[in-house]
T-cell receptor
Framework: DQQVKQNSPSLSVQEGRISILNCDYT??????FLWYKKYPAEGPTFLIS?????DKNEDGRFTVFLNKSAKHLSLHIVPSQPGDSAVYFC???????????FGKGTRLSVIA | DTAVSQTPKYLVTQMGNDKSIKCEQN?????MYWYKQDSKKFLKIMFS???????INETVPNRFSPKSPDKAHLNLHINSLELGDSAVYFC??????????FGPGTRLTVT
């Protein structure tokens, strides 16, 4: 029973264009959402987060959008750079102090 | 200056052996976790500790025993290793603003 779903296992984008990674969740108790980036043989690195009281959070080239009614969030990276190539995990939490529930990840490839 | 460190990074061992993975964080966080990333790439919570006390123990076999000697360390001991224990194990700690910071992972291979 996947509570957090990333339905696209992979995504290829040209350098300079926008990358959009999507995530859906089923548990309406989730109120804190995070995106992590993971390179091979390394641990996940925190990228950006959003709480359910907001619908958008921006940090440089990264913006996360939350649509609570659709139980959907997305990560936008613009402009995409080759160094952004990694696996991106969406994660969710109930009140932020419970363990994270992760999606399966989306492998982003940014082509120069 | 590593924030969350794990040792060893790679661990190859035979079925039936007992092994430990160590984790240390220098971030001053009170809460630490162990996650398992299986062959299907899902990251799943195993244990959660807050200030050296066990808070959450998901449905993990009791062959897995976490130990927290102090709030900066959370070690994972595994008895009687089985083939299905092969995975990447990640330690993490959590800040007051709820972001979790992960170690580099320990790839365990049981032969």
């Amino acid at each position: 029973d996947q509570q957090v779903k990333q339905n696209s296992p992979s995504l290829s984008v040209q350098e300079g264009r926008i990358s959009i990674l999507n995530c859906d969740y089923t548990n309406s108790m989730f109120d804190y959402f995070l995106w992590y980036k993971k390179y091979p043989a390394e641990g996940p690195t925190f990228l950006i987060s959003i709480s359910s009281i907001k619908d958008k959070n921006e940090d440089g080239r990264f913006t996360v959008f939350l649509n609570k009614s659709a139980k959907h969030l997305s990560l936008h990276i613009v402009p995409s750079q080759p160094g952004d190539s990694a696996v991106y995990f969406c994660a969710a939490s109930d009140s932020g102090n419970t363990p994270l529930v992760f999606g399966k990840g989306t492998r982003l490839s940014v082509i120069a | 200056d590593t924030a969350v460190s794990q040792t060893p990074k790679y661990l190859v061992t035979q079925m039936g052996n007992d092994k430990s993975i160590k984790c240390e964080q220098n971030l001053g966080h009170d809460t630490m976790y162990w996650y398992k990333q299986d062959s299907k790439k899902f990251l799943k919570i195993m244990f959660s500790y807050n200030n050296k006390e066990l808070i959450i123990n998901e449905t993990v076999p009791n062959r897995f025993s976490p130990k927290s000697p102090d709030k900066a360390h959370l070690n994972l001991h595994i008895n009687s290793l089985e083939l299905g224990d092969s995975a990447v194990y990640f330690c993490a700690s959590r800040s007051n603003t709820y972001e979790q910071y992960f170690g580099p992972g320990t790839r365990l291979t049981v032969t």
